[in-house]
C-alpha cells in the first residue's frame, strides 16, 4: 500500500521496473488507429495489450439496410487498400446464391483487376514495412507504381479508391476501348517497380537484421491463430485459396504459391515480394487469354432478390482469406452478413509475438502483419 | 598612457574583436545551416523520385527562409507538466556545444576563429556536452516518448564517442599533433585517407551516429519514440534543435575532411574554396546514406560500437603505433588498415548472403514437394485407369 512513508523513488523489491506505454491511436506507425498499450522495460516490452475498434463503423449491420447492389460501395471501405478483391468476393457470394453464370470475359477482368490490386496492396506493405523500419526512400518507390495501377484504376472504373465497378453477375460496363494498349505499357513499368522495390529493402543487410528472426511463429501456432495468406505462407504452409479452392477463373492459371521457411518478419515480406511478380505472371496469362464478349450481367438492372438460403464464399485477399457468410430471407435486402476479415485473424496473433521483443521491433512486426483497420474494425 | 590603461585599451579591443568573429561565426553558421536544408531536401527529393522544394524562388531556394519564418512565428508550447527551467535550459545546451566545436574548426591556413594546439582535444570535449542537452530535453518535456528518445541519445552518443575518440588518436599519432592546421599540413603528400581507408570508415559511420544520422537515428526516431527528446517541442525551440543538428552534421563533415581527406589542400583553388566542396562532397554523401538505409534497433547500435567499432579503432591504434616504431614504408599501413576494413566487409557481406542460401532451400523443397504431387496425383490416376 502506498502511504506517506512510502519511499516511490527506490523500488526495493528487485522487480523490473516497468513503464507503461501508451502507444496510439494517435501514433505514425500503427498503421491508422491502433492502440498498442505496452509494458517496457528499458527498450524491452515485457507486455502488450493491443486495443481494436477506434474505426468500427458498424459495417456488417449497415449491410442488412441496403440493397444487394448497394452492398457493394460498403464492402469497398472495408478493406480499403484491396478494394477490387473486396468486391469480388461479395459478387461471388450473391452469385453463388443465385447460382449466376457470370460472363466469361467479366470473370477475366475482374482476375485482372484483382490482381493488379494485389499487386497496388503489396507495394505499399513494401513503403509502410521501410518506413517502419526507419527508410523513407522505398516508400516513394513503391507509391509510384501503386500511383500507374491507380491511374489504370481510374481510366478503368472512374475512381481511384473505392471504384463500386463489381455488379452481381459481372461488372458495370466495357472496359475503355484502349485497355489493352494501358496495360500493355503499365506492365513492362510495374514489373520495374516491384524490381526496384524489392532491390531497395530486400537485401539491405540492416532491413535484414531489422526483420530476420524477429518475431518467429511456429506453422502450427499459425494455423491455431486462424492466419492466412502472406503471413501463414511466411510461416512454410502452402496455402493460397486461388489454388486450394479456385474460385472465378483462377484454376487455368500457371502460378507458384511463394512460401517462407521461419515465419519470421523477414519471410512474411519475402513472400508478399514474390507475390508481386506472381500476380504480374497471372495478369500477363489472362490478357492473352482473355475472351471477347459481354461484360455486363444477365440481371440488367433489375434488383436482385436471391432466394432464400445461406452461403459462404472465400477468396484470397492481398491480406489472406476472406470469407463471406451471406444469409438471404428472400427480399431484396441481405437477412444477415458475417464478414470473416484476414487482418483480423492476423492481428489475433500480436500479443504473443511482442512478447520479449524490443520497443523498435513492435512497429516492424505490426508493419509486417500488414493489417488495414478498416478491415479489422469493420 | 598609464600601463594599465593600455591593457584595459588591448583588453576592451580583445573582447570586442572575440564578439565580432564569434557573431560573424554565428551568421556563417545559420547560412550554411540554410544552404543545407535546401541541399537536404533537394538531395533527398531527387533520390526519392520527387523534385523537392520548386515553389519558393528559382529552384525552391528560398525555402529554408520560409520554414525559419514558419518556425519562429509558430506558437511555442510548453506542456503543463513539464519541468520548466530544463526544458528552456536544453536547447540552449544543445545550441551552444554545437557552436562552440567551431571555434576552432579552420577552413583554412588562416581562417580560423581560434587555433588550439589541443584543438582536437576541445572539439571532443565539447561534442559530449551536446548529450546533456538532449538526455535533460528528453527528461524535462515529461513524456515518456522523450525520455525513452533521450535515454537512447545518452547510450548511443557515449559509445560513439569511444571509436571517435580512439580513431582521432590514431590521426594525432600521423601526425604528432592535435592542432587540426598541423594535422593538414602533414597530408600535404598523402591525404591520411590513403594511409588509413580504415580510419576513414570508422570515423565516418562513428560520426554519423554521433549526429544522429540515419542509419542511427534511433533516438529521434519517428517510427517508434516520433522525434524523441523533441517530441514536445515545438516553433522557435524546435528549430534550435534543428540548428544544432545540422550543424554537428556539418561539424562531422568538415572533420572527415580535415582528418583524412586533407582539407583545404588542393591545386589551383583558393583553400576555402577546396575545404567547402570537400565538406559538402562529404554532406551529399551522409544524404544519400539518409536516402538509402533503414535504421538499426538500440541492441544492434549498441553491438555494432563494442563489437565492431571499437575492437576496429584498437586495432587501428595498434597497426598505426607498429607501422611508426618500425618506420616502415607508408603503403604498409595502407594495406594493414585495409585488412581490418576487408574482415569486417566480408563477414557483414556472408551475413547479407545468409538469406540468399536460405532462400535456395525454400524454392528446392518447393520443387521436391511439387514433384511429389505430381508423383502422387500420377499414380491415383493410374490407380483410377486401373479400376
Known amino acids: ?378 | 598612457m598609464s600601463l594599465p590603461f593600455l591593457t584595459l585599451t588591448i583588453g576592451i579591443i580583445d573582447v570586442a574583436w572575440m564578439v565580432v568573429s564569434l557573431l560573424a561565426m554565428f551568421s556563417t553558421l545559420s547560412f550554411i545551416v540554410l544552404s543545407l536544408t535546401w541541399l537536404e531536401r533537394k538531395a533527398l527529393g531527387r533520390l526519392q523520385l520527387r523534385l523537392g522544394p520548386t515553389r519558393t524562388g528559382p529552384m525552391g531556394l528560398l525555402q529554408p527562409l520560409a520554414d525559419a519564418v514558419k518556425l519562429i512565428l509558430k506558437e511555442d508550447i510548453v506542456p503543463t507538466a513539464s519541468d520548466k527551467a530544463i526544458f528552456w535550459i536544453a536547447p540552449v545546451i544543445v545550441v551552444i556545444s554545437a557552436f562552440m566545436i567551431w571555434v576552432t574548426i579552420p577552413g583554412s591556413q588562416s581562417l580560423v576563429l581560434r587555433n588550439l594546439e589541443l584543438g582536437l582535444f576541445y572539439i571532443i570535449a565539447f561534442a559530449v556536452v551536446g548529450i546533456l542537452g538532449l538526455v535533460l530535453a528528453g527528461w524535462g518535456s515529461a513524456n515518456k516518448y522523450g525520455v525513452l528518445g533521450g535515454l537512447r541519445s545518452a547510450a548511443q552518443l557515449i559509445s560513439y564517442e569511444i571509436p571517435v575518440i580512439l580513431v582521432v588518436v590514431a590521426v594525432a599519432m600521423l601526425a604528432q599533433s592535435l592542432d587540426l592546421t598541423v594535422i593538414v599540413n602533414d597530408q600535404s603528400k598523402l591525404p591520411y585517407i590513403v594511409l588509413m581507408p580504415l580510419g576513414i570508415v570508422v570515423f565516418f559511420i562513428a560520426g554519423l551516429a554521433e549526429v544522429g544520422r540515419t542509419p542511427f537515428d534511433i533516438y529521434h526516431a519517428e517510427s517508434e519514440v516520433v522525434g524523441g527528446p523533441f517530441v514536445e517541442y515545438s516553433g522557435a525551440h524546435w528549430a534550435v534543435f534543428f540548428l544544432a543538428e545540422y550543424i554537428n552534421t556539418f561539424a562531422i563533415a568538415a572533420l572527415t575532411t580535415l582528418l583524412f581527406l586533407g582539407g583545404w589542400l588542393g591545386p589551383f583553388l583558393p583553400g576555402i574554396v577546396w575545404f567547402l566542396i570537400k565538406v559538402y562532397a562529404v554532406i551529399l554523401v551522409i544524404f544519400w546514406i539518409r536516402g538509402t538505409f533503414p535504421r538499426l534497433r538500440m541492441d544492434q547500435l549498441m553491438a555494432f560500437a563494442w563489437k565492431t567499432m571499437v575492437p576496429l579503432s584498437f586495432y587501428l591504434i595498434v597497426v598505426t603505433a607498429i607501422y611508426l616504431y618500425f618506420e616502415w614504408p607508408w603503403w604498409t599501413l595502407t594495406v594493414m588498415s585495409s585488412l581490418g576494413l576487408l574482415i569486417v566487409g566480408y563477414i557483414i557481406y556472408s551475413i547479407m548472403m545468409a538469406p540468399v542460401k536460405k532462400i535456395a532451400d525454400i524454392k528446392a523443397r518447393q520443387q521436391r514437394m511439387k514433384l511429389e504431387r505430381s508423383k502422387m496425383e500420377e499414380s491415383v490416376g493410374a490407380a483410377a485407369n486401373v479400376k
Open chain 1, 1 to 378: 500500500m502506498i502511504d506517506s512513508t512510502t519511499n516511490l523513488n527506490n523500488p526495493t523489491d528487485g522487480e523490473p521496473i516497468e513503464m507503461l506505454l501508451n502507444m496510439g491511436p494517435q501514433h505514425p506507425s500503427t498503421h491508422g488507429v491502433f492502440r498498442m498499450v505496452l509494458w517496457v522495460d528499458g527498450e524491452k516490452i515485457v507486455r502488450a495489450e493491443p486495443h481494436i475498434g477506434y474505426l468500427h463503423r458498424g459495417s456488417e449491420k449497415l449491410c442488412e439496410g441496403e440493397q444487394y447492389h448497394q452492398v457493394i460501395t460498403l464492402f469497398d471501405r472495408m478493406d480499403y487498400i484491396g478494394n477490387f478483391n473486396n468486391e469480388l468476393i461479395y459478387c461471388m457470394a450473391v452469385e453463388q446464391l443465385m447460382g449466376l453464370e457470370v460472363p466469361e470475359r467479366a470473370e477475366y477482368v475482374r482476375v485482372i483487376l484483382c490482381e493488379l490490386n494485389r499487386i497496388a496492396s503489396h507495394l505499399l506493405y513494401v513503403g509502410t514495412i521501410g518506413l517502419d523500419a526507419g527508410a523513407m526512400t522505398p516508400t516513394m518507390f513503391a507509391f509510384r507504381g501503386r500511383e500507374r495501377i491507380q491511374s489504370l484504376f481510374e481510366a478503368v472504373s472512374g475512381a481511384r479508391m473505392m471504384h463500386n465497378y463489381f455488379r452481381i453477375g459481372g461488372i458495370k460496363e466495357e472496359l475503355p476501348g484502349n485497355f489493352n494498349q494501358m496495360i500493355a505499357d503499365l506492365l513492362p513499368l510495374l514489373q520495374v517497380d516491384v524490381e526496384e522495390s524489392d532491390k531497395i529493402l530486400t537485401f539491405n543487410e540492416i532491413f535484414l537484421s531489422r526483420l530476420k528472426d524477429v518475431a518467429p511463429i511456429t506453422s502450427d501456432d499459425a494455423i491455431d491463430f486462424g492466419w492466412t495468406g502472406p503471413c501463414l505462407r511466411g510461416c512454410g504452409v502452402e496455402y493460397d485459396v486461388r489454388k486450394a479452392q479456385p474460385y472465378s477463373v483462377y484454376d487455368r492459371f500457371d502460378f507458384e504459391v511463394p512460401v517462407g521457411l521461419d515465419g519470421d518478419c523477414w519471410d512474411r515480406h519475402w513472400v508478399r515480394i514474390q507475390e508481386m511478380y506472381e500476380s504480374l505472371s497471372i495478369i500477363r496469362q489472362a490478357i492473352r487469354q482473355m475472351p471477347d464478349g459481354s461484360v455486363t450481367s444477365p440481371l440488367g438492372r433489375r434488383l436482385v432478390r436471391p432466394p432464400e438460403g445461406e452461403v459462404y464464399v472465400r477468396a484470397e485477399n492481398p491480406r489472406g482469406e476472406i470469407g463471406v457468410h451471406l444469409v438471404s430471407d428472400g427480399t431484396d435486402r441481405p437477412y444477415r452478413l458475417k464478414v470473416r476479415p484476414p487482418s483480423f485473424c492476423n492481428l489475433s496473433a500480436l500479443q504473443k509475438l511482442l512478447n520479449d521483443t524490443w520497443l523498435a521491433d513492435s512497429v516492424v512486426i505490426l508493419g509486417s502483419l500488414d493489417i488495414v483497420l478498416g478491415e479489422v474494425d469493420r
